[in-house]
């Protein structure tokens, strides 16, 4: 085996809980009652099928269970097996994919400091990898069948994201329910900013209002009018902090999601007439998906052969620093967000110290075969930054997020963008010179 023949597929898990830990901890606890466009209700009924159906595919890949054992802590951190992820990651985790954060949220992130990918230039990298053919390699392309029970699944999802109105005059709200609403807040027998709106939609139990607001509702009828006395969280909004408020709520009409679909609700939410064809329209769209899926993870499957096959003679310390940085940058963020310290993280994953810094040290190598690799490649085909090409994706960076080449770079690390933008052309000339073999992956039950 060579040396850095590493077990990538371990590495390219989904984050488990820690991750939906992360984002528990960093949402906000409560939502002023203005922001009713957040709602789950309302973002799928403005979602197009094709990304529900997206949507649906992804979460049932996330559902998977975590691998267990000593192996665990590699499926927390982000997919850190291949470096194009990592660099993709330092471009989009900072300001400029972040432009709507909120104020303390922007100032969080400038009070980071960048960390830049470390320099080849000075590296001795014919000395440190020896790098196989890469061009005219075979990569499949596995394309996964859609099967009755993946229609099925979706249309499930789709139904409890697309409730129905209960035509029951005398039905009461219950929990999981959507309520249409018109409300009025008022502090101090005034109005406030943010605190009123009609035709609102609001699953009940989502919590995206205050505490009492949603809860409140349960229990009523479509057509009455509820006036609810409630307070103000301490850590809301400086101004409204632990104020009581009261807010007038009518509920124009409640929905709930059909167990069984039917032709009015096909008609209500999508373009077509009768359930077979919606089925169908589904079945097509999970197809694409599947499809465009598989073209996405060529390019991964074609980077990691080439790595894979590679053989890594020295691993320079100072590229070790670093993938043992990120790393552990990695961990200890999950770690924060879990409430934790990395040691009690570690702890709580069933690691030893002993155990932790091996991987730690696996993943560092594994960062660094990938390093060595593309340096290896882009002096082989004179790749430079003075490059068409390479002007030409940094422009598109430019551009996406209207900032000037200096604002780019200090924003992201100057290295951090040339590695990212020579791996993309790496990876490119390797997709460009492959044979691709399309092939039918196993379907979920099959596996």
Request: proline content about 2%; some cysteine.
């Amino acid at each position: 085996m060579k040396e850095n023949e590493f077990e990538t597929e371990e590495k390219l898990t989904q984050q488990p809980d820690a991750e939906k830990t992360a984002d528990d901890i960093t949402a906000s606890p409560t939502v002023t009652p203005v922001e009713e466009e957040q709602t789950e209700e309302v973002q799928a009924e403005e979602t197009k099928e094709e990304e529900i159906t997206e949507e649906q595919t992804q979460e049932e890949a996330s559902a998977e269970p975590a691998k267990k054992g000593k192996k665990k802590i590699v499926a927390v951190i982000a997919a850190a097996a291949v470096v194009v992820l990592v660099c993709v990651a330092v471009l989009v985790g900072r300001k400029i994919a972040g432009q709507k954060e909120d104020s303390s949220a922007q100032e969080e992130t400038a009070a980071q400091e960048v960390k830049d990918m470390p320099s080849l230039d000075n590296i001795d990298v014919d000395a440190c990898v020896t790098i196989p053919e890469y061009k005219g390699i075979t990569v499949e392309k596995q394309v996964t069948p859609v099967t009755d029970e993946d229609v099925d699944t979706t249309i499930t999802y789709s139904l409890s994201y697309s409730p129905m109105e209960v035509s029951d005059e005398n039905a009461k709200v219950e929990e999981g329910d959507t309520v249409n609403i018109d409300y009025t807040g008022t502090v101090d027998g005034e109005e406030f900013d943010g605190g009123s709106a009609e035709d609102t939609d609001l699953m009940i139990g989502s919590g995206q209002f205050i505490e009492g607001f949603e809860s409140g509702l349960v229990g009523h009828v479509k057509g009455d009018t509820v006036e609810l006395n409630l307070t103000f969280p301490e850590d809301y909004t400086e101004d409204l902090a632990g104020k009581d408020v009261v807010f007038t709520v009518t509920i124009n009409a409640i929905k709930r999601p059909l167990t069984e679909i039917t032709e009015e609700w096909v008609q209500a939410n999508s373009d077509c007439k009768t359930i077979e064809e919606y089925r169908e329209s589904v079945r097509k769209d999970l197809e694409e998906y599947n499809n465009n899926l598989a073209e996405e993870n060529l390019q991964t499957q074609a980077w990691q052969q080439v790595v894979t096959d590679s053989t890594v003679n020295e691993y320079p310390e100072e590229l070790m620093e670093y993938g043992r940085s990120v790393f552990e940058d990695q961990v200890t963020s999950n770690a924060q967000a879990s409430g934790q310290t990395l040691e009690e993280f570690v702890e709580a994953q069933g690691m030893t110290q002993e155990e932790y810094e091996e991987q730690k040290e696996e993943y560092s190598k594994n960062i660094v075969a990938q390093m060595l690799v593309m340096k290896a490649i882009t002096d082989a085909e004179n790749f430079t930054e003075e490059d068409e090409e390479y002007q030409e994706i940094l422009d598109a960076y430019l551009a996406q997020y209207g900032l000037e080449e200096d604002e780019f770079y200090e924003q992201n690390g100057k290295q951090n963008v040339y590695q990212s933008i020579m791996l993309q052309r790496v990876c490119q000339l390797i997709m460009d010179e492959a044979n691709i073999e399309e092939v039918q992956a196993q379907t979920q039950a099959e596996s």
